[in-house]
């Protein structure tokens, strides 16, 4: 099982529309996770971090579940703006040598 | 305040050669980390330093070195350069080992 694991995609969705992405991870030790947002070559950048008790960011809803090592990132309203590949990223305290994993991204093309 | 800084930002080299990549992290954050991105896959980790220290390495060849200056900058050293060595070069940096890292443009390397 690979240690982070996302929607395969691509998502295509037209703007205004609510779209989901889900994460899960592997390692239980795991105690930080991010959603990072990267579009085409460029780096990632942070869109949140995400806290047990869900938080939310604007039109950005982030939830983790804990007992299921699931992670997931709600979008409402979609912009085309948000057209770009979504990372899941998982640290773990205790997994060993790898501070920050990563999933191989979710790309979302929002369409007009 | 300027963020993480990469030089350069695009080199080509041939396959035996040697390269050196350079990172500014963000004024005050004392945690540098490498990561190799190839298409369509997200980063992996290749080394964490806090501190000036050595604090995880990831799943790459000895070829692979780095080392954190008492500034808190950093170089990834890669030796021997293979084909398979082309990638995105991103460094990150944190205020601690497992706060959010924020990365840099990147150093896009070409093997010929």
């Known amino acids: 099982r690979k240690e982070v694991e996302q929607d395969p995609g691509p998502f295509n969705v037209p703007e205004g529309a609510t779209v989901a992405f889900n994460c899960t991870y592997s390692?239980?030790?795991?105690?930080?996770f991010f959603w990072y947002r990267q579009d085409c070559r460029k780096e990632p950048k942070l869109l949140m971090s995400?806290?047990?008790s869900g938080n939310e960011d604007g039109r950005f809803t982030a939830q983790l579940n804990r007992a299921s090592q699931y992670i997931s990132l709600l979008i409402r309203d979609s912009k085309l703006s948000d057209s770009a590949t979504y990372l899941c990223?998982?640290?773990?305290?205790?997994?060993?040598?790898?501070?920050?994993?990563f999933g191989k991204g979710t790309r979302l093309s929002v369409i007009a | 305040d300027a963020g993480v800084t990469q030089s350069p930002t695009h080199l080509i080299k041939t396959r035996g050669q040697h390269v050196t990549l350079r990172c500014s992290p963000i004024?005050?954050?004392?945690?540098v980390s490498w990561y190799q991105q190839v298409l369509g896959q997200g980063p992996q980790f290749i080394f964490q330093?806090?501190?000036?220290?050595?604090?995880g390495r990831g799943n790459f060849p000895d070829r692979f070195s780095a080392r954190q200056f008492p500034n808190y900058s950093s170089e990834l050293n890669v030796n021997a350069l293979l084909l398979g060595d082309s990638a995105l070069y991103l460094c990150?940096?944190?205020?601690?080992?497992?706060?959010?890292?924020?990365f840099g443009d990147g150093t896009r390397l070409s093997i010929l």
């Open positions: 004024s005050g954050h004392k945690s």
């Open positions: 990150a940096s944190s205020l601690g080992a497992n706060q959010p890292q924020h």
């Open positions: 330093y806090y501190e000036k220290e050595e604090r």
């Open positions: 995400v806290y047990s």
């Open positions: 390692n239980s030790a795991s105690q930080s």
């Open positions: 990223v998982v640290n773990g305290l205790n997994s060993g040598n790898t501070p920050l994993v």
